[in-house]
């Protein structure tokens, strides 16, 4: 196990080498003169890759995915919804069940990796920067096929939409490291297909148009909702006074 991490770490090397020669900003020292701005840079770098989990590596503008658009759009609506008022707490709830359902996804796929002995390196081997090209990938039909093998026949994904991208790169590194079988057999072991009768315990595939539908009317009056709703107290006030 741990010469085939090592082997999957020099790869990741060499890919991280081959991308530098190609992005002018890299070219810069990894540490600046300055190392607060060095450190706020990979903090705010982590956060932003939070805000949307890189369901779909590569893609700047998160809607290549329905559900990517949808989470997208929800924080975009909170961030034009008054901290605090009932909009911004609908929003908040709706965007941690979206994030929770990706990480109940990722702990999944972290069991059976540590459940193969990989403990310390399962983190590693599960992320994914929003940077991750097609283009170094190594193996992509074989791991395309095990990806959509993994949607069909296991439970390991949480809706019947189409698995996330970013699966596939995870799935060409175990496939570089030889464990891809392995892994696809505890997948079906641990999360056996459900019946079509098992209830979905995240209900996100049938919320996703009604979010997309909530994202859009919030952001044509979301604010104007909570202008007439001040205006309706205000006015009430001064009936009470008269």
Known sequence: MGSAFKRFMQFCC??????????????QPLVPQDPLEYFNREVQKRRDEETNLWSTPGDPSHSEREDDRVLYGLLQARNKTRMGSTG??????????????????????????????????AESLLT??????????RNAPAARAML????TETSIFCTKEPPPARYLFILDRLLYLDIADDFVAKAKRFYPPKDDSD????GLGINLPLLLARVEAMNGKGNEDEEENESDRDDGNLSDRS
């Open 128 to 137: 994914v920067s929003a940077g991750a090209s097609h283009d170094r990938m």
């Open 199 to 202: 209830e979905d315990p995240t």
């Open 148 to 151: 959509n093998m993994l949607h």
């Open 14 to 27: 060499c890919c991280c080498c081959a991308g530098d020669e190609d992005d002018e900003d890299e070219k």
């Open 88 to 121: 911004y707490r609908r929003l908040s709830v709706d965007i941690e069940a979206m994030r929770d359902t990706r990480r109940e996804v990722r702990d999944k796929w972290q069991t059976i990796l540590e459940n193969l002995g990989f403990m310390a390196e």
